[in-house]
C-alpha cells in the first residue's frame, strides 16, 4: 500500500510563505516524476509544479519566480517553497507520485488527500 501524505498548509497573510511537504510512504521500490497541484473551489484542478527522478524541476507560469519545487530522494519526500503568495494561491494543494510499489509492478499514479492553503488577511 502506497500513502502520500502532505503537511505545511495553513493560513497566511498576502506576501507571506509557506512551505509543504508531502512524504510517501509504504511499499516503494522506485519513484519517479512528484508533482503537486492545487484546486480552488469552483475550479478545475490543476498543476502547479512538477519534478522528475533526475530533478528536472518545472513550475507553471502563474507561480513561476515564487515557488520552488524540490526533493528528497532519502527521504521519499517533495516540497513546495511558496514564497509571496496571492489570494489567488489560495487552494487545496495536492501531492502526486509516480511510484512502482515493487520490482514486478509498473508505476502507478497516487494522489495525497490535499493540504488547504489559505492566502488571506
Known amino acids: 500500500q502506497v500513502q502520500l501524505v502532505e503537511s505545511g498548509g495553513g493560513l497566511v497573510q498576502p506576501g507571506g510563505s509557506l512551505r509543504l511537504s508531502c512524504a510517501v510512504s509504504?511499499?516503494?521500490?522506485?519513484?519517479?516524476?512528484m508533482g503537486w497541484y492545487r484546486q480552488a473551489p469552483g475550479n478545475q484542478r490543476e498543476l502547479v509544479a512538477t519534478?522528475?527522478?533526475?530533478?528536472?524541476?518545472n513550475v507553471e507560469d502563474s507561480v513561476k519566480g515564487r515557488f520552488t519545487i524540490s526533493r528528497d530522494y532519502a527521504k521519499n519526500t517533495v516540497y513546495l517553497q511558496m514564497n509571496s503568495l496571492k489570494p489567488e494561491d489560495a487552494a487545496v494543494y495536492y501531492c502526486?507520485?509516480?511510484?512502482?510499489?515493487?520490482?514486478?509492478?509498473?508505476?502507478?499514479?497516487?494522489w495525497g488527500r490535499g493540504t488547504q492553503v489559505t492566502v488571506s488577511s
Open positions: 502526486n507520485a509516480d511510484v512502482k510499489p515493487n520490482w514486478w509492478t509498473p508505476f502507478t499514479n497516487y
Open positions: 509504504g511499499s516503494i521500490f522506485s519513484i519517479n516524476t
Open positions: 519534478i522528475t527522478n533526475d530533478g528536472n524541476a
